[in-house]
């Protein structure tokens, strides 16, 4: 299996990141996909993706929550990181009209600008989308079909927009979330109507720790070694069996990123 949304990059791992590597090797967790979210943190996570060669790789783009910290729609340091053979996808991007951390309108142009960007380096994108569903679909149209691959990545919407996502050839992340029970209900039920060549799996950890986890972790912190817990309720919702939704979701993943097996 490959978890494809990593932050590592999260100060929660300051203290251990080359013992949560070992764990998610320990854990058959195959390779690890970086998030960059901002410049500065595109710049660590690839950094970390060359500590470990061939095992991790990175992102490199703004998250909505940074878009207020552009200035230069060129994206020239994206641009930069992207040269290197490490970086697998630009992103994370996209828009969160949740939170509203950066103006609504920046999120847009900031999202356009990574889509055009993606498009001129043909790099798949790794995409967040949170209460923006009809504005994300929006700018990402006109996109869509000069882009090689796009994953939105953490996915936690309704059917219809997981269909709306679907019927524009995009990869669906899926986490922990499907593994709360109370929020996770829907996409569980959901879920089985992912094609096993569009279903790709994620801890996106630090964050969402899944909420079954036996015996429960001490610390609430989500990490890659918890990938194959996820995988397990995965398969289990979609009625597959663990070994075959594990040796789907980890062709998927490598066929998306250009992975070769190590």
Same mark, same amino acid.
Request: aromatic residues 6%.
């Given at each position: 299996?490959?978890? $494809?949304? &990593?932050?590592?990059?999260?100060?929660?791992? @300051?203290?251990?990141?080359?013992?949560v590597?070992?764990?998610?090797?320990?854990?058959?967790?195959?390779?690890?996909?970086?998030?960059?979210?901002?410049?500065e !943190?595109?710049?660590?996570?690839?950094?970390?993706?060359?500590?470990?060669?061939?095992? =991790?790789?990175?992102? *490199?783009?703004?998250h909505?929550?940074?878009?207020?910290?552009v200035? @230069?729609?060129?994206?020239?340091?994206i641009?930069?990181?992207?040269?290197?053979?490490?970086?697998?996808?630009?992103? !994370? =991007?996209?828009?969160?009209?949740?939170?509203?951390?950066?103006p609504?309108?920046?999120?847009?142009?900031?999202?356009?600008?990574?889509?055009?960007?993606?498009?001129?380096?043909?790099?798949?994108? /790794?995409?967040?989308c949170r209460?923006?569903?009809?504005?994300?679909?929006?700018?990402?149209?006109p996109?869509? @079909?000069?882009?090689?691959?796009? &994953?939105?990545h953490? /996915?936690?919407?309704? !059917?219809?927009?997981?269909?709306? =996502?679907?019927?524009?050839d995009?990869?669906?992340?899926i986490?922990?979330?499907?593994?709360?029970?109370r929020?996770?209900?829907?996409l569980?039920?959901?879920?089985?109507?992912?094609?096993?060549?569009?279903?790709?799996?994620e801890?996106?950890?630090?964050?969402?720790?899944?909420?079954d986890?036996?015996?429960?972790?001490?610390s609430?912190?989500?990490?890659? *070694?918890?990938?194959?817990? $996820?995988?397990? *309720?995965?398969?289990?919702?979609?009625?597959?069996s663990?070994?075959?939704?594990?040796?789907?979701?980890? *062709?998927?993943?490598r066929?998306?990123?250009?992975?070769?097996?190590?």
């Open positions: 299996m490959i978890d $494809i949304g &990593v932050n590592l990059t999260n100060s929660r791992f @300051d203290k251990d990141r080359e013992a590597i070992a764990r998610a090797q320990q854990a058959g967790v195959k390779a690890l996909i970086l998030t960059g979210t901002s410049e !943190e595109s710049q660590q996570a690839l950094a970390m993706a060359h500590q470990w060669p061939g095992y =991790c790789f990175s992102t *490199a783009g703004v909505p929550h940074d878009a207020k910290s200035s @230069d729609f060129s994206l020239p340091a641009r930069e990181l992207a040269s290197d053979p490490a970086v697998v996808a630009i992103g !994370e =991007c996209g828009l969160d009209f949740n939170r509203d951390f950066s609504r309108p920046q999120q847009e142009a900031v999202f356009e600008a990574q889509l055009a960007l993606a498009a001129a380096l043909q790099k798949p994108v /790794f995409m967040h209460d923006a569903h009809e504005r994300f679909l929006a700018i990402l149209k996109w869509r @079909d000069k882009l090689p691959a796009a &994953v939105l953490c /996915f936690t919407g309704s !059917e219809q927009e997981l269909k709306d =996502c679907l019927a524009l995009l990869h669906i992340g986490t922990g979330w499907i593994c709360d029970e929020r996770g209900t829907e569980r039920d959901i879920v089985r109507h992912i094609p096993d060549d569009r279903l790709m799996i801890t996106d950890c630090p964050y969402l720790l899944p909420r986890l036996r015996p429960k972790p001490k609430s912190r989500n990490e890659p *070694a918890y990938l194959p817990h $996820i995988a397990q *309720a995965v398969a289990a919702c979609r009625q597959q663990p070994a075959d939704l594990r040796a789907a979701v980890s *062709a998927t993943s066929a998306f990123f250009q992975i070769e097996p190590a």
